[in-house]
């Protein structure tokens, strides 16, 4: 073999060897590929079969507001949310709006399934390109599902992983759910579009509404073209916020849909030159009758949610339709009574409370205040002295539990000196005047309103005992069980819907049914609530309601209250705390029973000529005659007659001789004149608990013999300070 020719087969040799080297580097890298490839199929099936089904996920849709409406139906406001989202059906959506969302987000829509896998090569590409993570790509189908079905931890971060399980969930939605209409519509009615005054709308109807003031059915091409760019980025394209930005990306929906042939280039450059249009709603912002609501908001959050009534999210994102039993007409009245008498400059304020007694529905609740000036509600929440009116309680507990007959039932009216009721040295009761009547029935002790007589009466039957009545009648603040209670003197007082409310109950022959202002609560899914139908609870018999009716009947013919008679079957009783400080009446016909207070909220501050009688029941009488529509019935005949007897307790002129007791005073013999007085008055004095000015209410209240804690403004118009139990003139 030549020399040339062995070289010739070393090459050949050299390049073979080459060549197997390249194939086998070739086969190696080409088997790397297919092993990562692989590999990477292998994750992505890993993480889809780890992703959550759909049917495991339950949707999460953002609140809405709750609405309140009077009884009538007039909507009173909304309650404030963080969302505000009012779902729609798809044909109340303008075909322009679905247009303009689909151009902008999703144009090939309709020609692809649950995926565009078109889009996800563009997608990817641009992103390979631009040195990004994973952008765009997404269908309208899988933004539903990230509003809607992805939880927190699967958004955590929008890598790949993330992309792959919207896009596994976006799958199984569509396959539920064929039909391309009932996605768009459900997008539409989920995707966040921006938030205004720190309410986000969700939903095209809700921003509609937000953004323009108007609903979605009347949007034209320039406001739908608007509303479509704003889910890319809510808070950069927001009018209110950016109107450059959002104008801007208003004519890159109308352009967009130019390309995709929805409208032409001529209506998109006529929208273009349209200016944004945007008027703020304040609708959810507006209380009508502003107490009222409140008091209604209250209740239905201490009705949906009794053990957290300060945080109900059903509430406050329920999108509930609550039902008030309120009577605008009714409460139109009590306003216009009420500023008719008190109310000016420098006059006392007032509070009215007016319930329906057949069904505890909260017909009134009115009061001097300007609601811009506090908030604090003096029909509901001014908890002050009743005065005599505390007195029904007692009077009720003589009929009921001992079977006395007001009218044969005698007591001598005269001073009670400290130290005449064991126990309470320093307690002494008498009236204004200094004059007493000597020995008088118990009626006419209530129509004059003695407090002498209803001092003995109380000791005889035990502060206990009329403690219980006072519950049972529907008093909900707590009691004592205190002597001076009888007359008036309580630790924290009463408001005026406590007292209608208990007066109620004798209005509607001897039931108690518990006051409410909530008819029905109605729920998105359209099943309702009924709360306008409280439980009764027989309290009294029919004749022994009666039975106390015509005692009190007799206190706005004959007695202390006859500025309440408006012509028509009343009952009632006045009150007047100590100092002229609180002045009362509370009263009922059969449809009606209403409670009115006069006071200055500042603190118990005596008033000129402030009896209950003529400051308390004028405002009674204008409204009851107006509200009562013409009603002018009579308190129904009892089916069970009350049939009394003279009741003889230690205190007591009638029965036999008092037996010896360690309870010390006695009914003894009248040593004032016995001189006839409409008035009376109390002096009370204590110490310890029964006289402790720690112990405050609100508004504030004064202790016996005047003694007060200090008194001021307190927070949201509250006013602070006072102490304990101020007792009952006698009016």
């Known amino acids: 073999m030549s020399r040339r020719e062995r070289q010739r087969r070393r090459r050949r040799n050299r390049g073979s060897a080459l060549g197997r080297f390249f194939a086998l580097t070739g086969m190696l890298a080409v088997s790397a590929l297919i092993v990562g490839a692989l590999a990477v199929v292998g994750w992505v099936v890993n993480v889809a079969q780890s992703a959550p089904n759909l049917s495991e996920l339950h949707p999460v849709l953002p609140g809405s507001p709750s609405q309140i409406f009077a009884a009538d139906g007039t909507s009173l406001g909304y309650i404030h949310s963080q969302d505000v989202r009012t779902p729609v059906s798809g044909s109340v959506i303008p075909q322009i709006l679905k247009e303009a969302t689909i151009a902008i987000e999703d144009r090939r829509f309709y ?21 990004g993570g994973l952008q765009g790509a997404s269908t309208l189908t899988m933004q539903l599902v990230d509003n809607v079905y992805m939880t927190p931890r699967m958004k955590q971060h929008h890598d790949l992983k993330y992309k792959i399980e919207q896009a596994k969930l976006a799958q199984q939605l569509e396959a539920r759910h064929p039909d391309k209409n009932w996605i768009l519509t459900s997008y539409l009615n989920d995707v966040p579009y921006g938030t205004v005054g720190g309410q986000t709308a969700y939903g095209v109807a809700a921003a509609s509404n937000m953004f323009f003031n108007t609903s979605v059915r009347r949007l034209d091409l320039a406001q739908a073209a608007l509303l479509a760019g704003l889910p890319q980025a809510p808070s950069q394209y927001n009018p209110f916020i950016d109107s450059a930005a959002a104008r801007h990306r208003r004519n890159e929906v109308l352009q967009a849909m130019v390309a995709a042939h929805y409208v032409t280039q001529a209506q998109a450059s006529a929208a273009e030159r349209s200016p944004l249009q945007v008027h703020p709603n304040t609708a959810a912002a507006i209380h009508r009758q502003p107490y009222v609501f409140d008091y209604i908001a209250q209740a239905a959050a201490n009705d949906l949610c009794p053990r957290t009534p300060n945080n109900c999210p059903v509430l406050t994102e329920g999108g509930l339709k609550i039902h008030s039993t309120i009577d605008l007409r009714k409460q ?3 306003r216009a009574a009420i500023l008719a008498h008190e109310g000016g400059p420098g006059q006392p304020a007032a509070g009215l409370a007016s319930i329906d007694p057949n069904n505890g529905h909260i017909l009134a609740i009115a009061s001097s205040a300007d609601y811009r000036n506090t908030t604090f509600d003096y029909a509901t ?37 400290p130290g005449w009721l064991p126990g309470y040295p320093t307690f002494g009761v008498q009236t204004a005047e200094l004059s007493y009547q000597g020995n008088i029935s118990v009626a006419k002790a209530t129509w004059d309103s003695d407090n002498t007589v209803f001092a003995q009466l109380d000791a005889d039957l035990t502060p206990q005992k009329v403690t219980q009545t006072a519950y049972a009648m529907g008093i909900t603040t707590h009691l004592d069980s205190l002597p001076a209670e009888a007359i008036g003197g309580l630790r924290t007082g009463v408001t005026p819907l406590e007292m209608a409310d208990a007066y109620s109950t004798l209005a509607n022959g001897g039931s108690h049914v518990p006051a409410t202002i909530i008819n029905t609560i109605t729920f998105p899914d359209g099943s309702v609530r009924d709360f306008g139908n409280p439980p009764r609870k027989r309290i009294f018999t029919d004749g022994e309601a009666y039975e106390g009716t015509k005692t009190l009947e007799g206190v706005i013919t004959q007695g202390t209250g006859t500025a309440a008679n408006y012509g028509c079957p009343a009952a009632g009783k006045t009150g007047t705390s100590e100092l002229l400080a609180n002045a009362w009446f509370v009263g009922y016909t059969p449809r009606m029973a209403t409670a009115v207070w006069v006071g200055y909220p500042q603190g118990n501050i005596p008033m000129a000529n402030g009896f209950g009688g003529t400051l308390a029941a004028p405002i009674w009488h204008d409204y009851m005659s107006q509200a009562s529509g013409g009603y ?8 069970t007659p009350f049939v009394g007897t003279s009741y003889f307790g230690h205190y007591a002129t009638t029965g036999a001789p008092a037996p010896t007791s360690t309870s010390g005073g006695g009914g003894g013999t009248a040593t004032a004149p016995a001189a006839k007085t409409k008035s009376g008055g109390v002096g009370v004095t204590g110490t310890g608990a029964y006289n402790n000015p720690t112990l405050y209410a609100s508004p504030p209240q004064t202790g016996p013999g005047g003694g007060a804690g200090a008194a001021g403004p307190g927070k949201s118009g509250k006013p602070s300070g006072g102490s304990g139990h101020g007792a009952g003139t006698g009016h």
Not at 111 to 131: C, E
Not at 384 to 407: C, W, Y
């Open 111 to 131: 020609q692809h399934g649950a995926l565009d896998y078109q889009g996800i090569l563009r997608a990817a590409v641009k992103d390979a390109f631009n040195g």
């Open 332 to 334: 139109a009245l009590a």
């Open 381 to 417: 929440q001014a908890h002050r002295q009743p005065g005599s009116s505390f007195k029904a309680f007692v009077l009720m507990t003589l009929i009921h539990d001992e079977h006395g007959d007001p009218n044969q039932t005698f007591y001598n009216s005269h001073q009670l000196l």
């Open 632 to 639: 002018c019935g009579q308190f129904p005949t009892p089916t």
